[in-house]
């Protein structure tokens, strides 16, 4: 009887064994398969959401970096061309106030040129005169003479010289009296003109270019 009763409780106690060894293999499945804890839950999930805010508040971080950044390079930009826009206004201020000068300088000098031309030229016509009234007396018998030619040649040479010049002798008997050319200092009586017409001209005038020299000295018809 007493090693039936040890035979039956090695029995049981192997069926004991069978059964631990059968649990303990779900009980590991149950520990490494089955749900985590909800603190651990929580814990990762709030990690995850720190991550993410600070990951959004550091690109807002650069956002904000590089738009001050092209703030400050669009306003450095303004700031510049307004600059080149002032020193080109300035420049062609100067080439402007340059250009006047110039023409203003040019126009004084032609001038200062012309009134010295008109100052020498008026020296001139006196002479001019003279020899007209020599050559005019000279008696008909004597104009073949070789002194007469010599003074005629002479007379030709200045008259060409002086109309290379731009003088020319203002035209007068037989035109209608203009005073901007011609200086009445006396009135005829005449049947072949009208009124107003220049019969006799007293002294030849002369202009210079698009200017008076002297006006012609002239009688004018009544």
Known sequence: MKGVAEEKDKQQEEELNEEKTSQAPEDTDKKDGGEAPSGETADAAE??????????????????????????ADKKQDALKERID??????????????????????EKTMMFETGAKSVIEKILPVVDNFERGLAAV?????????????EMIYKQLMTELENMEVKPIPAVGEEFNPDFHNAVMQVESEELE?????????????YR??????????VVS
């Open 139 to 151: 008696p008909a018998e004597e104009k073949g003479g070789a002194f007469v030619q010599g003074m």
């Open 195 to 207: 009124s107003g017409m220049i019969a006799q001209e007293l002294q030849k005038g002369y202009t």
């Open 210 to 219: 698009d200017s008076v020299v002297r006006h012609s000295m002239v009688a």
């Open 86 to 107: 002032q020193l080109e206004d300035r420049v062609k201020r100067q080439m402007a106030e340059f250009e006047n000068f110039r023409k203003r300088t040019d126009k």
């Open 47 to 72: 990690e995850s959401a720190a991550g993410q805010t600070k990951e959004e508040e550091r690109e807002d971080k650069e956002d904000k970096k590089e738009k001050k950044k092209k703030e400050k």
